[in-house]
C-alpha cells in the first residue's frame, strides 16, 4: 500500500509544475492517508474548468469543448468558444462544434445545393478524396466507386480480364448434371407408369376370360348307339348303352 502512496506523492509532485497564483489556475487540496505514510495533505495545482494544461500553462478551451480540461464537447446546436454560440441552421446544414452552421455531407456552396467536385466529400466538401483517376468518390462517405476493368480500395489495380472473361466450368458441369438426372428420373417415372398400365391391362384381360368361362352354360347329351352284329355270326347282340357327354366332351367325340 505504501507503494501506491509514492506512487500518488510523486503524481502530486509532477503535476506542481504550475504556481498556484500563475492565471487560471485553481489549486486543490489534496488529503493522503496510507499505511506505513504519515497522513498529510498536498495541495494539487491544477487548471481552473474551460482551461487546460500545456507545457505547465493552462490555456482556454477550443472552440468545440469546455468543461474540465476541456474534455467535453459542445452540446447540440451550441458551437464556438466555451460553447455559448447558438447555431440556426437552414434545411441543408448543419451544426458544426466549432464553427457553427456548415453544409451536410456532400453539399457546398452558400445555399448548400451544390453537390461536391469529385476529388473531395464530407461536410461542406472539405475532405478530400483517396480515390485514383480511375473511380468515382462518394460526396459523403469518400468511398471510391471503381470505373470497369480497375479495382482495390482506391480503384489503383487494373483487372485481369483473362480471369473474369474466363467460364466458370464448374457451374457448366454442375448444370448439366443436374439436368442428366432430371432427365433420368423423367424417364424412370414413364417407364414405371407404363409398367403399371400394362401389367393392369394383363389383369383385366385375365378377369375377362375368367368371368365369360364362368358364363358359360353346361348341358348334358344323350347319345345312344347300337352295336350290330354280321349275319350267321354267335356273337350276342350287344345292349343299348346310353352313353352320357358333357357338352364340352362334344369336340372330342366328333373328332373321331
Known amino acids: 500500500m505504501h507503494l501506491t502512496a509514492l506512487l500518488l506523492l510523486a503524481y502530486v509532485n509532477g503535476v506542481i509544475t504550475m504556481v498556484a497564483t500563475d492565471p487560471n489556475v485553481c489549486p486543490r ?3 493522503i492517508s496510507e499505511e506505513l505514510v504519515v497522513t498529510q495533505q498536498q495541495f494539487v495545482v491544477e487548471c481552473c474548468p474551460n482551461y487546460f494544461e500545456d507545457d505547465g500553462r493552462c ?4 472552440p468545440g469543448t469546455f468543461g474540465k480540461d476541456c474534455k467535453v464537447p459542445c452540446l447540440a446546436n451550441h458551437f464556438g468558444f466555451l460553447c455559448k454560440e ?4 437552414s434545411g441543408n446544414m448543419k451544426c458544426d462544434p466549432v464553427t457553427g452552421c456548415v453544409c451536410k455531407a456532400g453539399l457546398t456552396g452558400p445555399d448548400c445545393i451544390q453537390e461536391c467536385p469529385n476529388d473531395m466529400y464530407g461536410d461542406n466538401c472539405n475532405t478530400s478524396c483517396n480515390c ?3 473511380a468515382d468518390c462518394d460526396s459523403v462517405s469518400g468511398k471510391c466507386t471503381c470505373h470497369e476493368g480497375f479495382v482495390g480500395e482506391m480503384c489503383e489495380l487494373q483487372e485481369n480480364r483473362q480471369e473474369r472473361d474466363q467460364p466458370n466450368y464448374s457451374l457448366v458441369i454442375y448444370i448439366t448434371l443436374v439436368g442428366i438426372l432430371l432427365c433420368m428420373i423423367f424417364v424412370v417415372r ?3 407408369k407404363a409398367k403399371q398400365r400394362m401389367s ?4 383385366d384381360v385375365l378377369k375377362w376370360n375368367e368371368r365369360q368361362q364362368s358364363r358359360q352354360p353346361k348341358a348334358i347329351l344323350r347319345i345312344s348307339h347300337r352295336t350290330t352284329t354280321e349275319l350267321g355270326t354267335n356273337v350276342p347282340p350287344t345292349q343299348n348303352e346310353d352313353v352320357y357327354y358333357e357338352i364340352s366332351d362334344v369336340d372330342s367325340v366328333g373328332a373321331y
Open 200 to 203: 393392369k391391362s394383363i389383369i
Open 132 to 134: 485514383s483517376v480511375h
Open 59 to 62: 490555456k482556454e478551451c477550443s
Open 190 to 192: 414413364i417407364a414405371m
Open 86 to 89: 447558438m447555431c440556426n441552421c
Open 29 to 31: 487540496k489534496v488529503t
